[in-house]
């Protein structure tokens, strides 16, 4: 990592980066994930935030790793964890997918109707993040289900009548990340939390107990089929 941080990282004051520590040591220690340091928001001189990476055209400030090897150096031992983020206090959470959890990834307003749907059939559901708009995306909701799931979504979209390409969902898994909150992206966002990680959803469900009411409020905001 090449900056330095610390003032010139916006938004960045001494309460947010302990919470950031906090959070982060609690990933892995309290729920025995793998977190990596990602790239952070620095201010510039006098016009907006860029990211770390230096370059000026990033298109997810803030939200990628930060360098090659990033999961190789991927680690849920908590001393280790303090010592990424005592070094480099603004850096961006980063958590593999394909290891202890894959993710569903959908629009928030699908997500947000299914998360309704979902809880009046009292479907058990894991943590859920909610992303801001960045990289020319809109807001998103990112749901955590047990690994194995990225390469089952098409046949469980097949399935539901649904082909490959015509929802806008999303699967990550092995070889991918999210990013966790509170991490800061994009010009003004933050990772939050629309789902708590907690005792009640330690236990992760499958890709499947879930893909129906998620491609169902998927299904409800796509663009129709042109005629032929």
Same mark, same amino acid.
């Given at each position: 990592?090449? =900056? #330095?941080? +610390?003032?010139? /990282?916006?938004? &960045?004051?001494?309460?947010?980066?302990?919470? !950031?520590?906090?959070?982060?040591?609690?990933?892995?220690?309290?729920?025995?994930?793998?977190?990596?340091?990602?790239?952070?928001?620095?201010?510039?001189?006098?016009?907006?935030?860029?990211?770390?990476?230096?370059?000026?055209?990033?298109?997810?400030?803030?939200?990628?790793?930060?360098?090659?090897?990033?999961?190789?150096?991927?680690?849920?031992?908590?001393?280790?964890?303090?010592?990424?983020?005592?070094?480099?206090?603004?850096?961006?959470?980063?958590?593999?997918?394909?290891?202890?959890?894959?993710?569903?990834?959908?629009? =928030? #307003?699908? +997500?947000?109707? /299914?998360?309704? &749907?979902?809880?009046?059939?009292?479907?058990? !559901?894991?943590?859920?993040?909610?992303?801001?708009?960045?990289?020319?995306?809109?807001?998103?909701?990112?749901?955590?289900?047990?690994?194995?799931?990225?390469?089952?979504?098409?046949?469980?979209?097949?399935?539901?009548?649904?082909?490959?390409?015509?929802?806008?969902?999303?699967?990550?898994?092995?070889?991918?990340?999210?990013?966790?909150?509170?991490?800061?992206?994009?010009?003004?966002?933050?990772?939050?939390?629309?789902?708590?990680?907690?005792?009640?959803?330690?236990?992760?469900?499958?890709?499947?107990?879930?893909?129906?009411?998620?491609?169902?409020?998927?299904?409800?905001?796509?663009?129709?089929?042109?005629?032929?």
């Amino acid at each position: 990592m090449e =900056e #330095t941080l +610390g003032a010139t /990282a916006p938004g &960045r004051g001494a309460a947010f980066v302990r919470d !950031l520590l906090a959070e982060t040591i609690g990933y892995a220690e309290d729920r025995h994930w793998e977190v990596c340091p990602g790239t952070w928001l620095v201010e510039g001189d006098g016009g907006p935030a860029r990211c770390s990476c230096g370059d000026a055209r990033c298109a997810v400030p803030g939200a990628h790793p930060a360098s090659p090897g990033w999961r190789g150096r991927s680690s849920a031992s908590p001393d280790v964890v303090r010592r990424w983020w005592t070094e480099t206090p603004a850096a961006s959470v980063l958590l593999p997918t394909g290891r202890t959890f894959d993710v569903i990834d959908v629009p =928030e #307003t699908a +997500g947000c109707l /299914a998360l309704a &749907r979902m809880e009046r059939m009292g479907v058990q !559901l894991g943590p859920v993040v909610a992303m801001p708009a960045i990289g020319g995306r809109g807001r998103r909701l990112l749901f955590l289900v047990l690994p194995g799931a990225l390469p089952k979504l098409p046949d469980l979209l097949r399935g539901l009548g649904w082909p490959p390409g015509r929802l806008d969902l999303v699967g990550h898994g092995d070889g991918g990340w999210i990013v966790a909150p509170p991490s800061r992206v994009g010009a003004h966002g933050f990772a939050q939390w629309a789902r708590q990680p907690n005792d009640t959803n330690r236990w992760l469900p499958e890709a499947s107990e879930l893909i129906d009411p998620l491609a169902y409020a998927c299904g409800r905001e796509a663009p129709p089929v042109p005629a032929p």
